[in-house]
């Protein structure tokens, strides 16, 4: 009985450092979570109703080593740098929604990105 107790009393204590861990996202979806943002901010797309807000959210959760928040930083950089450059050639903006769908599609499946039709 004692023992039962001592399990209970530990997965109490436990679950809500469970939950945050679950809740926290990884490092890898951190930063492809900001190359989908990237890619839904860019000027060219903004005609498309996609809605990032709740991954912008859980983006903001959390601490994040320098070098994740810098490979985050430099994944958005890259985004907003080629894009000019790929919306410019024939067929670059249906080649940019491709690569924003590639990039979120994740996100959709969990709900974070909603992409409404347009």
Same mark, same amino acid.
């Given at each position: 009985?004692?023992?039962?107790? $001592? ?8 679950? /809500?450092?469970?939950?945050? $861990?679950? !809740? ?15 890619? =839904?901010?860019? /000027? ?21 080593? !320098? ?10 950089? #890259?985004?907003?740098?080629? =894009? /000019?450059?790929? =919306? ?6 249906? !080649?940019? #929604?491709?690569?924003?769908? !590639? ?11 909603? =992409?409404?039709?347009?």
């Amino acid at each position: 009985m004692k023992r039962i107790l $001592a399990i209970a009393a530990a997965a109490a204590v436990l679950a /809500p450092a469970l939950a945050v $861990a679950q !809740e926290r996202m990884s490092d890898a979806h951190f930063i492809a979570a900001s190359r989908c943002i990237s890619f =839904a901010d860019l /000027p060219q797309l903004q005609s498309d109703s996609v809605d990032v807000s709740a991954l912008r959210t859980a983006v903001a959760r959390g601490f994040r080593s !320098e070098s994740v928040s810098s490979d985050a930083r430099n994944e958005a950089r #890259r985004v907003r740098v080629t =894009a /000019p450059s790929i =919306a410019a050639a024939e067929g670059g903006v249906d !080649e940019l #929604r491709r690569r924003r769908d !590639e990039a979120c599609s994740s996100f959709v499946g969990t709900g974070l990105v909603q =992409a409404h039709a347009s």
